[in-house]
């Protein structure tokens, strides 16, 4: 067997007993997101019914929004939560993918703006923290990702709509490019960015305030 089917072998194996472990998630990333106070206010967040660890607030009006401006987002995280430091070049890497994931995703139903009006919402987001994805000597697949936050706010306003803070991780065990350290984190991307046009889609039901 070469190293990369080997490699690949052990991460199909991890997911498995994930899996198998009902939703368990790692120690890395057990229980609520810690607040980084890149929000104004987390006090009215609750425990959001569909994924596990993620907590948001939401006004019924952000079903009245029909176009974004989507920031770049912010990278508070330093170092990953292993110690590792995160070069300037790799957090800009990383702020311009999660950008572009989103806008991809919004764009599918809304349009994407580029400056404010009335029925336009800035979308402003943060990496609070990175996990890299890696093996390890002794062939332990150790697993990545991220957990962030984000807001939308009215551009006219500056009102918040709506706001979550989530931490995830996830593996693909069929990826051609497993030797990138923050493949996991990228995927992550992905992950918030379908679940935030879910959650645009399903607005009205999963409203937490007028």
């Excluded at 998630?25 to 609750?46: I, V």
């Excluded at 948001?56 to 974004?68: E, K, M, V």
């Amino acid at each position: 067997m070469t190293i990369a089917r080997a490699r690949r072998a052990l991460v199909l194996l991890s997911a498995l007993l994930l899996t198998a472990c009902a939703g368990s998630k790692p120690a890395l990333f057990e229980g609520p997101p810690d607040p980084s106070g890149f929000l104004a206010d987390y006090s009215t967040m609750r425990p959001s019914s569909r994924h596990e660890g993620a907590w948001y607030q939401q006004s019924r009006t952000l079903s009245n929004y029909h176009a974004f401006i989507v920031d770049t987002p912010v990278v508070l995280a330093g170092r990953t939560t292993r110690g590792t430091p995160i070069s300037e070049r790799t957090r800009a890497t990383l702020a311009r993918d999660l950008k572009l994931e989103l806008e991809t995703a919004l764009s599918a139903t809304h349009d994407l703006a580029t400056a404010p009006g009335p029925g336009v919402a800035r979308v402003r987001t943060a990496l609070t923290s990175i996990a890299r994805s890696r093996d390890t000597r002794d062939g332990r697949v150790l697993v990545g990702g991220a957990s962030g936050e984000i807001e939308f706010v009215d551009t006219l306003t500056g009102r918040s709509i709506a706001a979550a803070v989530e931490r995830d991780f996830d593996q693909d065990p069929h990826d051609p490019n497993s030797e990138d350290a923050y493949h996991d984190a990228r995927v992550t991307f992905k992950h918030w960015s379908s679940r935030v046009a879910a959650w645009l889609r399903d607005a009205d039901q999963l409203a937490t305030r007028d």
